[in-house]
C-alpha cells in the first residue's frame, strides 16, 4: 500500500495545477538546470491589421505653423483695413491679411481657408503675407 500511496502523491505532485504559477527560470537556475527556451507567441493578424489608412500628417508652412485665421483678404476690405490702420502696420494693397488666427493644431477644423503667414502680430490678431494652402 505503500508504494501505491506514493504513486500516487508523486503523480498529482508532477500534474501542474490549474491557476497555479508556473516554474520560473529564477527557479531552474536555482536548482542547477538550465533556462527554458522562450515562449512563441503569435500576434493575431487581425489585431495587426488597420482597418482604414492612418490619417494624413497636418499641412506645413515654411514659414511657421499653419493657420486658421477667421478673415483673410487685403486691406480694401474695411474691417481688415480698420483694424491694420489701428494697430498701425504699414502694408501694401495686395498683401493677404489674416485676422483672429489660430494656430492649425489649436483648430483641426477651420472653418476658413487655412493659410501659411509670414508674421503675426499682436498674438495672432493680425497675421501678414497669408498665403491658401489645400488640406
Known sequence: MRVATLLAIAATAA????GAPAETNADRLARGLPPLPPVRRATPI????????????PPACSTGPVQCCNLVGTIANSLIGTIVGLLGIVVGADVQIGVTCQSFSITPSCITQPVCCQNIVS???????????NL
Open 123 to 133: 498674438n495672432g490678431l493680425v497675421a501678414i503675407g497669408c498665403s491658401p494652402i
Open 46 to 57: 487581425d489585431g495587426a491589421k488597420r482597418s482604414a489608412p492612418s490619417g494624413t500628417p
Open 15 to 18: 500534474v501542474p495545477v490549474l
